[in-house]
């Protein structure tokens, strides 16, 4: 008999958590990644493919205070200083258009709710939550919210590889998640940066490979 293999996905009990997705990381935002606004068609079509599976969706998002010392500590001076960036209320803080809705604007985030830890439901068994630092399980109800819905298998893409997906990518594996990254669909994604996701046991596939397991 075969060992089991614990990091194989099982796409009927997958999820999508879609990272920083958000107008300030494009290209005429206030704080630019770089390959962010190649990657959106990328996002789009696996968050149209799990509505359709009918899988859950998280949009994770980053919401800086200005003034406020809560702040990842790379971008803290900044922020405590009164930079603006993904500030509570602004246009740069919403999701991109085209990812958390059907619409053609962005979607608007209800900034008072997730800073208080509470989801905001887009739909069914979508959400937009607000993660504090790079994790996506840091300082979240992300794990539990899975758990509820039974997901034991986690798909991640979006903004921006280096940072946040591979923080959340890490902490889904010390959870026990079977882990995929989109790696057609997650910006500044290098060979190294890939490789560094495969040795932990994270599946990598193009967006279309994961349309078409679902």
């Excluded at 935002?29 to 149209?48: C, H, I, K, Q």
């Excluded at 959340?168 to 290098?190: G, I, K, M, Y």
Aim: charged share 20%; glycine share 10%.
């Amino acid at each position: 008999m075969s060992a089991a293999d614990y990091t194989e996905p099982h796409w009927a009990a997958s999820a999508l958590v879609v990272i920083d997705m958000q107008v300030d990381f494009t290209g005429g935002g206030a704080l630019p990644v770089p390959g962010t606004d190649e990657v959106v068609p990328g996002v789009a079509r696996l968050a149209e493919g799990f509505r359709a599976a009918r899988r859950p969706i998280v949009h994770i998002v980053r919401l800086y205070q200005p003034g406020s010392a809560d702040v990842d500590p790379p971008r803290r001076a900044f922020v405590e200083a009164g930079g603006q960036a993904v500030a509570p209320g602004t246009p740069g803080s919403a999701v991109i258009a085209g990812l958390a809705t059907d619409a053609g604007e962005p979607l608007e985030l209800d900034a008072g709710l997730l800073l208080s830890g509470v989801p905001q439901e887009i739909g069914k068994d979508e959400i937009v939550l607000f993660k504090p630092r790079w994790s996506a399980f840091f300082r979240t109800g992300l794990e539990d919210w899975l758990r509820e819905r039974g997901v034991d298998t986690v798909v991640v893409a979006g903004c921006n590889l280096p940072n946040c997906p591979r923080a959340t990518l890490f902490d889904a594996s010390e959870r026990d998640f079977r882990a995929v990254l989109a790696e057609d669909a997650v910006s500044q994604a290098t060979p190294e940066r890939l490789a560094d996701m495969a040795a932990i046991g994270v599946r990598l596939l193009p967006a279309s490979a994961i349309l078409a397991a679902l």
